[in-house]
């Protein structure tokens, strides 16, 4: 059964930092992309950081030079560095895992999803 578990979310004051943490488990096959995502009531899911097979990163222009994606495959975890948070990168946070070709920051060419963390920044 695959798995993925978010942790690190919290509220915080802007321009605190958070470390969002994903935790895969009982996925074997192949990981075209991994990614994280948000969405706040009344928006759409949008695509935040993504890194694909090969360690490319890609991020939405709005978090640019402030969000760090990373992985540690030894831990299968997949992180989120989150610095000079702005009160419009509240959102849920989930993190996902793509088994086949595509964009990466496609988010609805992800296979699994995990049930997310809240991010709540405070001006």
């Known amino acids: 059964q695959v798995q993925l578990v978010e942790s690190g979310g919290g509220s915080v004051q802007a321009g605190g930092s958070l470390r969002l943490s994903c935790a895969v488990s009982?996925?074997?096959?192949?990981?075209?992309?991994m990614g994280w995502f948000r969405q706040s009531p009344g928006k759409e899911r949008e695509a935040v950081a993504t890194?694909?097979?090969?360690?490319?990163?890609t991020y939405v222009d709005s978090v640019k030079g402030r969000f760090t994606i990373s992985q540690d495959n030894a831990k299968n975890t997949l992180y989120l560095q989150m610095d000079s948070l702005k009160p419009e990168d509240t959102a849920r946070y989930s993190c996902a895992v793509k088994g086949r070709t595509g964009l990466c920051m496609t988010a609805k060419l992800y296979n699994y999803w995990g049930q997310g963390t809240q991010v709540t920044v405070s001006s």
């Open positions: 890194i694909d097979s090969d360690g490319r990163k």
């Open positions: 009982g996925y074997s096959y192949s990981r075209f992309c």
